[in-house]
């Protein structure tokens, strides 16, 4: 069974830093693309960054220049810098995984980050 388990939100003031973790396990980690993505009060779930298998990223335009997405395939983690924060990053953080042999999307429970203005 894959487990996806997010850490490290929590309350920072506006231009602060935080940077989250996605620890995975019951999957051949460094096979699969992983993904952040966000959801804000009342707003749709939005990509925050993608990573493919071999290092490649992609970011929402929100975030280009102040995120960062990172993996360690050797500890089977994903990570998230998020420099400068603004209030409008306030949000729920979710780890997804795109399971490397069926496609299936896999999610963490999410972590919540709030940025104080």
């Known amino acids: 069974q894959v487990q996806l388990v997010e850490s490290g939100g929590g309350l920072v003031q506006s231009g602060g830093s935080l940077k989250l973790s996605c620890v995975t396990s019951?999957?051949?980690?460094?096979?699969?693309?992983m993904s952040w993505y966000r959801q804000g009060a009342g707003r749709q779930r939005e990509l925050v960054a993608k990573?493919?298998?071999?290092?490649?990223?992609t970011y929402g335009d929100s975030v280009k220049g102040r995120f960062t997405i990172s993996r360690d395939d050797d500890l089977d983690t994903l990570y998230l810098s998020m420099n400068s924060l603004k209030p409008e990053d306030t949000a729920v953080y979710y780890c997804?995984?795109?399971?490397?042999?069926?496609?299936?999307?896999?999610w963490g429970q999410g972590t919540q980050v709030t940025v104080s203005s």
């Open positions: 997804q995984l795109k399971h490397w042999i069926n496609g299936e999307i896999l």
């Open positions: 019951g999957t051949n980690f460094r096979r699969n693309v």
């Open positions: 990573i493919t298998t071999n290092g490649v990223t």
